[in-house]
């Protein structure tokens, strides 16, 4: 019996090789990428996933707050929309614990600094979530913003329903004092 050879199979097998090594290769550059992260240097490479690396790592030190904003800056000029939505979330990120150290350390005397950062942050997390409207990370903490500075929307009545609105009547709206109210006066 003659043995015969078999193209599907052999096809199949290269295909499957070819397959291991591209996924080896990808698991290296992954492999360095982690190494960067943990390592305290910044990467000289300048690809976008490696400034975003390098903005995350500035981030974490108060002094560099201002250049990691601006290495996120950069990459929001790249198309991929996984990068952009890290850059938009960790922005905010930065914002929000910028604004969360002010009320700390100066109390509601600091709230005309804190309202432009929390602004920041709010739009940063929106457009994190307007990429990806299921991260809950983003999600939680868009509340957090959301609970110390609430978006104020009034509801303007048009028309002849204002003439028939009766005087005496609450108005719908948030007070102007930011946070929830927290029971009786």
């Not at 043995?3 to 698991?27: D, E, G, P, Q």
């Not at 990467?43 to 975003?52: A, N, V």
């Not at 922005?91 to 969360?100: G, H, P, Q, V």
């Not at 999600?139 to 104020?152: G, Q, S, T």
Request: with cysteine; proline share 4%; charged share 20%.
């Amino acid at each position: 019996m003659a043995y015969r050879f078999n193209w599907k199979i052999a096809l199949v097998l290269v295909i499957a090789l070819l397959v291991f090594v591209l996924s080896a290769v990808r698991c290296y550059q992954h492999y360095q990428y982690n190494q960067a992260l943990n390592a305290h240097a910044l990467s000289q490479q300048q690809t976008e996933s490696y400034r975003l690396m390098n903005a995350w790592k500035l981030g974490q030190k108060l002094a560099y707050e201002q250049k990691a904003l601006d290495l996120y800056t950069q990459v929001l000029s790249v198309a991929d929309s996984d990068i952009k939505k890290l850059a938009y979330y960790n922005s905010a990120n930065i914002r929000l614990k910028k604004a969360l150290r002010l009320l700390d350390a100066q109390g509601y005397g600091a709230w005309d600094e804190v309202m432009p950062l929390l602004a920041l942050a709010k739009d940063g997390y929106r457009n994190a979530l307007s990429i990806d409207p299921n991260w809950l990370e983003a999600k939680y903490n868009m509340e957090l913003v959301f609970r110390l500075a609430p978006d104020i929307k009034s509801s303007q009545r048009k028309g002849h329903q204002d003439e028939e609105e009766q005087e005496g009547l609450p108005q719908k709206g948030w007070p102007s004092i930011p946070g929830f109210p927290r029971g009786m006066p």
